[in-house]
């Protein structure tokens, strides 16, 4: 499976904003939905935020609602994730990958795909 490369963390202060990419080379299946993930240190990998196959619907966790937007460009094989409004607790390796689903509040979306080296986020108090 191709791995997709994260790329636009860094460190930044709180309340600031970042904008992450997530470059899938070749080609990104214009089917599959695509997610963003995250793992803090000592943390288990968690969801951040899903998006299907033509952008038109997302699903967020809910620590991310009203901060984080996710979109795809199909045509440049890329996944975004705006992170505004960043806290201390977003501090982590961020991840994307393709998803079974988008997910429920009940069942949250499964990954599909191969994980990349991610990108690492640091929010400074």
């Known amino acids: 499976q191709v791995q997709p490369v994260e790329s636009g963390g860094g460190l930044v202060q709180a309340g600031g904003s970042l904008r992450l990419s997530c470059?899938?080379?070749?080609?990104?299946s214009s089917a599959k939905p695509m997610g963003w993930f995250r793992q803090a240190p000592g943390k288990e990998?968690?969801?951040?935020?899903?998006?299907?196959?033509?952008?038109?619907?997302?699903?967020?966790?809910?620590?991310?609602?009203?901060?984080f937007t996710i979109s795809r460009d199909n045509t440049k094989n890329t996944?975004?994730?705006?992170?505004?409004?960043?806290?201390?607790?977003?501090?982590?390796?961020?991840?994307?990958?393709?998803?079974?689903?988008?997910?429920?509040?009940?069942?949250?979306?499964?990954?599909?795909?191969?994980?990349g080296q991610g990108t690492?986020?640091?929010v400074s108090s």
């Open 79 to 115: 996944v975004y994730l705006q992170m505004n409004s960043l806290k201390p607790e977003d501090t982590a390796v961020y991840y994307c990958t393709e998803v079974f689903s988008l997910g429920t509040s009940r069942i949250p979306p499964a990954p599909s795909g191969s994980w």
């Open 120 to 122: 690492q986020v640091t």
């Open 23 to 28: 470059a899938v080379p070749g080609r990104i």
């Open 45 to 67: 990998r968690e969801f951040v935020a899903t998006i299907n196959w033509n952008g038109g619907t997302t699903y967020y966790a809910d620590f991310v609602k009203g901060r």
